[in-house]
Structures are given as C-alpha cells and as structure tokens.
C-alpha cells in the first residue's frame, strides 16, 4: 500500500507511538510521519506508507495552522503545561481582548525564536532535551520562523489569564516558545497550556481518522480506502509536466536538461500523464542540468 494516512493524532501519545500503532495495523515497515507533534498535543499528523515515505521531507516542509491556549502568570521549564514551574506573577489585571489582540499582532511575519530546552533540535550533535535532562547549559541557536497570521479567539476562556489563539505558520515555529513571547509582550510569564494542530498543508482536522475508525477499517478489510494519493502531500510544488519518451528517462533517475521554466533551488515534481513520476531539483554542479531527489517505481502509479 501506498498512501498519505490523515491521522488525528490523540493526547497522551507521541509521534513516534503513533507510527508504530500503524505499522502493526496496517503489517507495514515503511511508515513515517511528518512533523513531530507533542504528546500533550492533538491534532492532524500525516502519516506516509510504503512509498509514500520518499515525500516525507517535502511534506514536513509545509504550513501549518494551530489552535493553542496560552496561560498567563505561570513560566514552565518545558515552556508548556506538564514542565516544573520557574517563574510565576500574580495576574491582578488580566489584559483585555484589545491588548492581547494588539501584542499579537507584533508576532506576525518573520520573526525570530529561541527554542525551548526541552525540544529535538540539536546543537554539538546533542539534542537540547538531552542537555536539559543533564541540567547542562548551552547556548541555543536562533531561527527564523514564518508567522501568516494569529487570530484572537472568542469567547475567550474561563480563566482570565488565558487566552486562545489560531496560528498559521511556516515550517520550524515553535508554538510553544509563541505563547512564552506574547506573554513577555503583555508584562507576564507564560506557558502554553494546549495546543491543538487544525492542518498541515492540504490535510485539514476534517478530513482526519482516529484510531477507532482505524480499527473498524481493520476489521472490515479497508484499510486502504483511508489512504490519501501522495499527490495530495505536494499541491505546494511546482509541477514540470513532460513527454512520454523523457518520462521513460525520468523514471530511470537520468539528469536531464533544464527546462526554461525552472528556477530558483526548490524541488519540484516530475509528471506524466498526471502520473507522479519523481522529485527534481537543479543540478548545484551544473546548473544547465536537473537530477533526481526522489523517483517512483513503475509498480504502481503515484496518482
């Protein structure tokens, strides 16, 4: 089988626990996600299969859209809900909609974040969790992340030291570390108190499975009918649409020439009859030439 699976990833289980509960399902070895998400987080995680897997790194490059809750008044090493508390302030006048409205507004378009202690990015070959564990200190890179948009939701929530907010975001951002800044611009510490991931590219929490249905399709033989096309992963790159003699050479992994039309150093898919042949890219030795990144086998066809 070869497909992108739409899961709705529950809380309580990481990323990694949920690759391996379908590989046992669907009896498969080829099977990756796409983009970490936290296991005190719920949400859209795409899953690929069998062949599938070779978008992986394409699909993880993404946007993304998240519904988080922020909790003034509180910091935590981990910079969400299940980390210690390092800091705290008593929240005497929460801020209203209009100033919360007003400092997110500051985060929105390329800014620059410092990730937490407690994530997967690594530094002198370590990840940062692992220095963290060892209560080492190092000094943390910093990135820069696309924000599209932070929308203020309504009604706001019980607690008047919390605030709900939807993010859309480029690839690398930290959700985590958006709230601790958003709180710092309203004069508090704050936390990410749950978070909830609505899309990731074309997969969107409508379209998404649970494991219940997962497990009813096991048991009615269709698993497969869940599956997404791996088209569906890529509506974000750029398409070169060529001859059914060049697409025997494409299918081959050859280097080719390069089209007119393609520029710049982003991959882009190589199609034939809306048959989704292989991942290209400009050849960086020769830039009159393009190579493969990615090629499909002819087994089956990656519509």
């Not at 897997?53 to 946007?63: E, G, M, N, R, W």
Request: charged content about 30%; some cysteine; proline content about 6%.
């Amino acid at each position: 089988m070869d497909g992108i699976l739409p899961l709705w990833k529950p809380k309580g289980m990481t990323s990694h626990d949920c690759v391996m509960r379908v590989r046992k399902l669907f009896k498969m070895k080829k099977v990756g996600h796409t983009g970490t998400l936290d296991p005190d987080a719920e949400g859209v995680l795409p899953i690929c299969l069998g062949q599938a897997t070779k978008i992986v790194p394409f699909l993880t490059d993404t946007s993304k859209v998240y519904v988080a809750t922020a909790k003034l008044g509180t910091a935590t090493e981990t910079e969400d809900a299940s980390g210690a508390v390092v800091e705290r302030k008593d929240v005497t006048n929460p801020p209203g909609q209009d100033e919360i409205a007003q400092a997110c507004s500051q985060f929105i378009g390329e800014i620059t974040q410092i990730p937490p202690m407690y994530s997967a990015i690594k530094v002198n070959g370590r990840k940062l969790y692992e220095y963290a564990r060892l209560n080492e200190t190092v000094e943390r890179p910093e990135r820069r992340v696309h924000i599209y948009s932070i929308d203020l939701l309504t009604p706001a929530p019980v607690d008047p030291a919390c605030f709900t907010i939807k993010v859309a975001c480029g690839k690398g951002t930290y959700i985590r570390t958006l709230c601790v800044d958003i709180g710092k611009a309203l004069g508090y510490p704050a936390h990410m108190a749950d978070l909830v991931r609505v899309q990731t590219g074309e997969f969107a929490e409508s379209g998404c499975v649970t494991f219940e249905k997962l497990e009813e399709a096991k048991e009615n033989g269709s698993l497969e009918t869940l599956l997404d096309p791996l088209l569906k992963g890529l509506t974000h790159m750029k398409r070169i649409v060529v001859d059914a003699k060049t697409s025997i050479r494409v299918k081959y992994g050859q280097k080719l020439p390069k089209p007119d039309i393609v520029s710049g150093e982003e991959p882009f898919l190589m199609m034939h009859d809306e048959e989704l042949l292989a991942v290209y890219e400009i050849n960086k030795k020769d830039s009159d030439e393009i190579k493969p990144v990615r090629v499909f086998n002819d087994e089956q066809k990656c519509r």
